[in-house]
């Protein structure tokens, strides 16, 4: 009769084992994320803004241009920023400090700096695979000349590759370093007003030459 009563006595730690487990393992999810943030605060630098002075030395290591877009911006302009973010233990020092325009600084945001350097990489670009159609190639030998003088205006139908050539001028203008970005504004209520009045609206001389 002993031995059973030791058989049920060990079955019953066994379960009060198993109950138990679920709250060790909730304690150790609900203290696991205060330590790590703890120990991120410590490695940080107490002071998160760099200097003026120091911003003005990086600026004029870097030729008085921006280390991303490459483009000179005048030093009001500038923008202090951490090589390695500051929020991943970055130190706010000299050789942390990099002179970044408004844009590109924004833009870089806590991200690593070899993640935001491959968004300015104009080597890794590569134009579509696809031919240019005829009117895409006579229009591009239109639009490149003119488009740093003045804006250019492109109408096509829907589908006929509105898209490819925008990309192709792009790339196009940053082979040639004339520019350094692109910023995408679609025009959602011309286009609506356009589907309003019908495509069938005759096109202006200068498109019918494309």
């Known amino acids: 009769m002993a031995e059973?009563?030791?058989?049920?006595?060990?079955?019953?730690v066994q379960v009060e084992a198993k109950r138990r487990r679920p709250e060790a393992v909730s304690n150790a999810k609900e203290t696991a994320p205060h330590v790590l943030k703890s120990s991120l605060m410590a490695a940080r630098d107490p002071r998160r803004t760099f200097r003026r002075s120091d911003v003005w030395r990086a600026y004029q290591r870097q030729s008085q241009r921006c280390v991303l877009c490459q483009r000179a911006i005048p030093f009001d302009l500038m923008h202090g920023d951490h090589i390695r973010p500051w929020i991943s233990g970055g130190q706010t020092t000299l050789d942390n400090c990099q002179a970044l325009?408004?844009?590109?600084?924004?833009?870089?945001?806590?991200?690593?700096?070899?993640?935001?350097?491959?968004f300015f990489q104009v080597d890794t670009l590569a134009p579509a695979n696809a031919p240019l159609r005829r009117w895409q190639e006579e229009a591009?030998?239109?639009?490149?000349?003119?488009?740093?003088?003045?804006?250019?205006?492109?109408?096509?139908?829907?589908?006929?590759?509105k898209t490819r050539f925008g990309l192709e001028v792009a790339?196009?203008?940053?082979?040639?370093?004339?520019?350094?970005?692109?910023?995408?504004?679609?025009?959602?209520?011309?286009?609506?007003?356009?589907?309003?009045?019908?495509?069938?609206?005759?096109?202006?001389?200068?498109?019918?030459?494309?």
């Open 4 to 12: 059973p009563a030791a058989c049920s006595f060990g079955w019953q």
């Open 101 to 118: 325009c408004g844009s590109c600084n924004l833009r870089k945001g806590a991200r690593p700096q070899a993640v935001i350097e491959q």
């Open 140 to 161: 591009l030998s239109i639009t490149l000349p003119q488009i740093l003088d003045r804006p250019v205006l492109v109408e096509a139908c829907p589908g006929s590759g």
């Open 171 to 210: 790339y196009q203008l940053l082979v040639q370093g004339t520019i350094s970005g692109l910023a995408r504004l679609p025009p959602i209520r011309v286009f609506s007003l356009r589907l309003k009045c019908s495509w069938l609206t005759p096109p202006t001389r200068a498109i019918e030459r494309l």
